[in-house]
Each structure stands twice: as structure tokens, then as C-alpha cells.
């Protein structure tokens, strides 16, 4: 999912794939004029890190915002061939992933996997909650066999290694161009800090946890729909 979404995230901000909503390209807006002729685009996402409103005594959180965020870090190819950031953004590089975030719900309703990028980041972040607040020791709950890895491990998948290139040039006011980006950056602890997270001032994430009613629960069910 993450190697999709950054491939066809890429594909649009280099111009090599039509997005789905109307979003500013990078290839529309530069100006060669204005960058230099070494330079690169480097476009990633990460979470929205400062989305998390938690109630006062930590036991529920309410996620709230887009999810996912497009920033971008402008870098040049030095005289050895290496990269080396610089210290500011490109207006072109800036406006594309501000369109891209601003756009990021209508674009998971017409391209999927950038729904399921965003469902992956509430994953982890939610899990990352959990472990911080020590959830599963105050629950007293005993995951048996689903948290034993010699019983029951957990599936995993060969993560991709390489996709195929994807290179695009184009002539603009004389000069040519060949645009470049990419990556998914998630640090879910970063999440959960308190500095990031937000505090449930009007009481609505409180009153959600305090109606649900587990009086009917089972005793050795620890889920309910």
C-alpha cells in the first residue's frame, strides 16, 4: 500500500498520471527560471502528527483531521554527484503538496489506496497509543494465544525492493526538466507525544467513551461491534 500510494503520488507530481480531483501539479507550476538547474523535489508523506485529541485520564482518543500529510524537501545534486538539502522549498514544489493534503479525502474516495495509506498511519498511531498509555495492563486483559508469536504469528508479506522507473522530461521556457520524488516517512510515537496531541477542552471524546454500554458484554469476549 505505502509503496503504491508514494508510486502514484509521484506519477502525478511529475505529470505521468492524471489525478482523479483537480490538484496543482508540480509540473504545472514551476518555473524553470526560478530553480536551479542542479536541483531536485523530494515529496514524501507522513502523518499529521498533531490530530490526536485524548480525554484527560488517557483512555480514549479521537482522531481527527486528514490523516496524512504531503511535505516536500527541495534538494540539489552537488559537483560529485551527491545530494545535499537546501534550506528552503520551491513555491512550485510548496503549492503541490498543499494541494495534495488539502485534497487528500476527495482523492481516497476516487483512488483507494490512498484510503488504505491513511487507514495503515491510524493503525500504527492507534497501536502507538495504546502501547504509551499502557492500554492492555490497565484493560487487565490476557491475549492468550494472538499475543503469543510461537502460537499464532503474525502474517507477513514480501515488501517490495524496487518498482519500475518512472522518469519524465518536458521543455519549458527552454529549458529542459526532469522532475523527481518520492518516500513514506511514519514515526508513530511522534503521534502520541504530548506536545502533539490535543486536549478534549469540550468533553465530546469523554462523553463517547462514558455512553458505550458493556454491561452485556461477555466476560471472556474482549470485543464488541
Known amino acids: ?80 554527484g551527491a545530494r545535499q538539502q537546501v534550506a528552503s522549498q520551491s513555491g512550485a514544489s510548496r503549492k503541490f503538496t498543499r494541494s495534495f493534503t488539502e485534497k487528500y479525502n476527495q482523492l481516497a474516495e476516487r483512488a483507494p489506496v490512498y484510503g488504505q495509506l491513511r487507514n495503515c498511519v491510524d493503525l500504527l498511531v492507534a497501536a502507538a ?15 492468550g494465544a494472538l499475543g503469543d508469536e510461537s502460537q499464532y504469528s503474525v502474517e507477513t508479506y514480501n515488501a517490495p525492493k524496487q518498482v519500475a522507473a518512472a522518469v519524465n522530461s ?4 527552454n529549458r529542459l526538466m526532469t522532475p523527481v520524488g518520492g518516500g513514506v516517512e511514519i ?28 454491561s452485556k458484554l461477555p466476560a471472556n469476549q474482549w470485543w464488541w461491534d
Open 170 to 173: 518536458m521543455w519549458k521556457r
Open 1 to 80: 500500500v505505502m509503496v503504491e500510494a508514494d508510486y502514484r503520488m509521484k506519477l502525478i507530481g511529475i505529470g505521468l498520471e492524471q489525478p482523479p480531483v483537480n490538484i496543482a501539479t508540480f509540473v504545472a507550476m514551476a518555473n524553470p527560471a526560478a530553480m536551479a538547474r542542479n536541483a531536485l523535489q523530494r515529496w514524501y508523506f507522513v502523518p499529521d502528527y498533531q490530530r490526536i485529541k485524548v480525554t484527560e485520564d488517557g483512555l480514549a482518543a479521537e482522531f481527527v483531521g486528514t490523516g496524512v500529510k504531503l511535505v516536500g524537501e527541495d534538494e540539489v545534486v552537488t559537483k560529485t
Open 129 to 143: 497509543f495504546m502501547q504509551q498509555h499502557d492500554l492492555y495492563a490497565q484493560a487487565g486483559i490476557t491475549l
Open 187 to 214: 514515526r508513530a510515537n511522534m503521534a502520541v507525544d504530548s506536545a502533539n496531541t490535543v486536549a478534549d477542552d469540550d468533553g465530546a471524546v469523554a462523553e463517547a467513551k462514558n455512553s458505550l454500554d458493556l
